[in-house]
């Protein structure tokens, strides 16, 4: 079991920076992938960016490619969204999973371990 605490939300104005972060306890992320997900407000929860734990590979969907970075501390067990350049449209309430495999996917229905989610509003 993977507990997941996300922290670091709040209101940031366009063109500003915030970073989010993801602390797992119950066991360490290990060789699993990590994964942040966004869900704004009458959506649908969509994929944003996704790191392998043990390679450092990462991957991002295409709205936040250059601006978003996706990092992780192995010793703090920590995962880390690095949000730059942040627009409106960002807005939504984050959230990091966990997936019990190493291999890296875009899909919600393969990450086992959820957040409880974290705000984040960007003003105009």
């Known amino acids: 079991q993977v507990q997941l605490v996300e922290s670091g939300g709040g209101l940031v104005q366009a063109g500003g920076s915030l970073r989010l972060s993801c602390a797992a306890s119950?066991?360490?992320?290990?060789?699993?992938?990590m994964g942040w997900f966004r869900q704004a407000p009458g959506k649908g929860r969509e994929f944003v960016a996704a790191?392998?734990?043990?390679?450092?590979?990462?991957y991002y969907t295409n709205s936040v490619k250059g601006r978003f970075t996706i990092s992780r501390d192995n010793a703090k067990n920590t995962g880390y969204l690095q949000m730059n350049s942040v627009k409106p449209e960002d807005t939504a309430v984050y959230y990091c999973?966990?997936?019990?495999?190493?291999?890296?996917?875009?899909?919600?229905?393969?990450?086992?371990?959820w957040g409880q989610g974290t705000q984040v509003t960007v003003s105009s």
């Open positions: 999973a966990v997936r019990p495999f190493p291999g890296i996917t875009t899909e919600t229905r393969f990450y086992a371990y």
């Open positions: 119950g066991r360490t992320v290990g060789n699993y992938a």
């Open positions: 790191i392998n734990w043990s390679t450092d590979t990462t």
